[in-house]
């Protein structure tokens, strides 16, 4: 074991013991990551969410109050930022956002390592001149942009799944200038994230394939029924899976491409068994403020802890209410069926256990790979 990874190692235990403390109290930690839907706009009409069928008359908070948020002493120890909707990029201040993120991290989160920006990708027009024009100081403050595209499907059937004509020579478009962008800016990551669904089961070689030949990181999971972030309880039966859509799957996570992957191991487990088991931190390192201002601890569960609008987010984030929700994470039935890879990211490190005895059953040269491959590294300060 190198030094490096026995000081992981130690850091991960020191943290399972402060996890379990929290867990018992309900007391939370410092916000680690925070994930802001920053509109519920969007020019796509998707299958599996119902993030657009929004009123236009629910307003979106303005950029003061984004940047009057993230300005809060609450995010001191913040590492990461996904910023999410909606659309983001139907923004016309995005580029404001990121540079006034990119002057608040001197003196508010030092620690800050990268901000996030999910697109559908289907504006080339507007996604590319943005990024372009943050590039250079998010650059100067040593920040990664990490520009993850949705992809269904390598062929028509992603217009299908977006409802949007043209949709996969679009994205493909968007795509392929991003990839030429990474010559100029070398902290420029760009990755694709595939909702499975009944419709797409088949396409997941495809999309990896595709994804391998450009360099790009993969997040592919299965659609999530919630009445919290995609509100698409009525979709349930229209997205369910039938058992030879479970095995496609299995084969496909149980394959060489997944072999160290976390995420993988817990989605084979799911579809065998029916029921998710990993740790996780929702509340205690990480929430969701959704695009009116409401905070959830977690995304996925439908119980807000109040409005930024009305009362400080600190207060929100350490409230009575959020504690007894606190409690709760990881034993409510929509715990059980959780297949959402980002969360498990930011509870990784902050859980501590599970990470570490990946350590052990791993070896410490495929966890180090696996480490720096997820981008965990920035939760440690060694």
Same mark, same amino acid.
């Given at each position: 074991?190198?030094?490096?990874?026995?000081?992981?190692?130690?850091?991960?235990?020191?943290?399972?013991?402060?996890?379990?403390?929290?867990?018992?109290?309900?007391?939370?930690?410092?916000?680690?990551?925070?994930?802001?839907?920053?509109?519920?706009?969007?020019?796509?009409?998707?299958?599996?969410?119902?993030?657009?069928?929004?009123?236009?008359?629910?307003?979106?908070?303005?950029?003061?109050?984004?940047?009057?948020?993230?300005?809060?002493?609450?995010?001191?120890?913040?590492?990461?930022?996904?910023?999410?909707?909606?659309?983001?990029?139907?923004? &016309?201040?995005?580029?404001?956002?990121?540079?006034?993120? #990119?002057? *608040? +991290?001197?003196?508010?989160?030092?620690?800050?390592? &990268?901000?996030?920006?999910?697109?559908?990708? *289907?504006?080339?027009?507007?996604?590319?001149?943005?990024?372009?024009?943050?590039?250079?100081?998010?650059?100067?403050?040593? %920040?990664?942009?990490?520009?993850?595209?949705?992809?269904?499907?390598? &062929?028509?059937?992603?217009?299908?799944?977006?409802?949007?004509?043209?949709?996969?020579?679009?994205?493909?478009?968007?795509?392929?200038?991003?990839?030429?962008?990474?010559?100029?800016?070398?902290?420029?990551?760009?990755?694709? +994230?595939?909702?499975?669904?009944?419709?797409?089961?088949?396409?997941?070689?495809?999309?990896?394939?595709?994804?391998?030949?450009?360099?790009?990181?993969?997040?592919?999971?299965?659609?999530?029924?919630?009445?919290?972030?995609?509100?698409?309880?009525?979709?349930?039966?229209?997205?369910?899976?039938?058992?030879?859509?479970?095995?496609?799957?299995?084969?496909?996570?149980?394959?060489?491409?997944?072999?160290?992957?976390?995420?993988?191991?817990?989605?084979?487990?799911?579809?065998?068994?029916?029921?998710?088991?990993?740790?996780?931190?929702?509340?205690?390192?990480?929430?969701?403020?959704?695009?009116?201002?409401?905070?959830?601890?977690?995304?996925?569960?439908?119980?807000?802890?109040?409005?930024?609008?009305?009362?400080?987010?600190?207060? %929100?984030? &350490?409230?009575?209410?959020?504690?007894?929700?606190?409690?709760?994470?990881?034993?409510?039935?929509?715990?059980?069926? #959780?297949?959402?890879?980002?969360?498990?990211?930011?509870?990784?490190?902050?859980?501590?256990?599970?990470?570490?005895?990946? *350590?052990?059953?791993?070896?410490?040269?495929?966890?180090?790979?696996?480490?720096?491959?997820?981008? %965990?590294? +920035?939760?440690?300060?060694?």
């Amino acid at each position: 074991m190198t030094m490096e990874t026995a000081k992981i190692a130690a850091g991960l235990l020191k943290n399972a013991l402060r996890y379990r403390y929290l867990r018992r109290t309900g007391r939370p930690g410092r916000p680690q990551a925070l994930s802001l839907e920053i509109t519920h706009d969007c020019v796509a009409r998707c299958v599996m969410c119902n993030i657009w069928k929004i009123s236009h008359d629910v307003p979106n908070l303005t950029m003061d109050q984004w940047l009057s948020l993230l300005s809060s002493d609450l995010f001191m120890d913040i590492r990461e930022l996904d910023i999410t909707g909606g659309e983001p990029f139907l923004r &016309s201040d995005l580029v404001e956002l990121f540079n006034g993120i #990119c002057t *608040l +991290k001197h003196d508010h989160y030092a620690g800050l390592k &990268s901000i996030a920006v999910t697109t559908n990708g *289907l504006l080339p027009e507007r996604v590319l001149p943005a990024v372009e024009a943050m590039m250079p100081i998010m650059q100067e403050q040593g %920040l990664d942009l990490v520009v993850v595209c949705a992809l269904d499907a390598v &062929s028509d059937l992603h217009d299908r799944i977006r409802n949007f004509p043209g949709a996969w020579p679009t994205v493909d478009r968007t795509i392929e200038a991003l990839v030429g962008l990474r010559k100029f800016f070398p902290n420029l990551i760009v990755g694709v +994230k595939t909702t499975i669904l009944p419709l797409n089961v088949d396409e997941l070689d495809g999309i990896a394939r595709y994804a391998e030949a450009r360099g790009l990181f993969t997040i592919i999971s299965p659609c999530i029924i919630t009445e919290g972030r995609y509100l698409n309880p009525d979709r349930a039966e229209d997205l369910a899976f039938d058992e030879q859509d479970l095995q496609k799957m299995i084969t496909f996570f149980s394959g060489d491409r997944f072999q160290w992957s976390f995420h993988g191991r817990s989605l084979v487990e799911y579809f065998e068994t029916g029921s998710v088991s990993k740790p996780c931190s929702c509340g205690f390192n990480y929430f969701f403020v959704r695009s009116n201002g409401e905070v959830f601890l977690c995304p996925l569960i439908n119980a807000s802890v109040g409005n930024v609008t009305e009362t400080d987010v600190g207060d %929100l984030f &350490s409230s009575d209410r959020a504690g007894r929700i606190r409690k709760t994470i990881g034993r409510l039935p929509q715990c059980h069926s #959780c297949t959402e890879p980002g969360l498990e990211r930011y509870s990784l490190p902050f859980e501590g256990w599970h990470y570490l005895k990946m *350590l052990w059953q791993t070896g410490g040269v495929k966890f180090m790979e696996m480490h720096r491959h997820m981008g %965990l590294d +920035k939760y440690f300060n060694i």
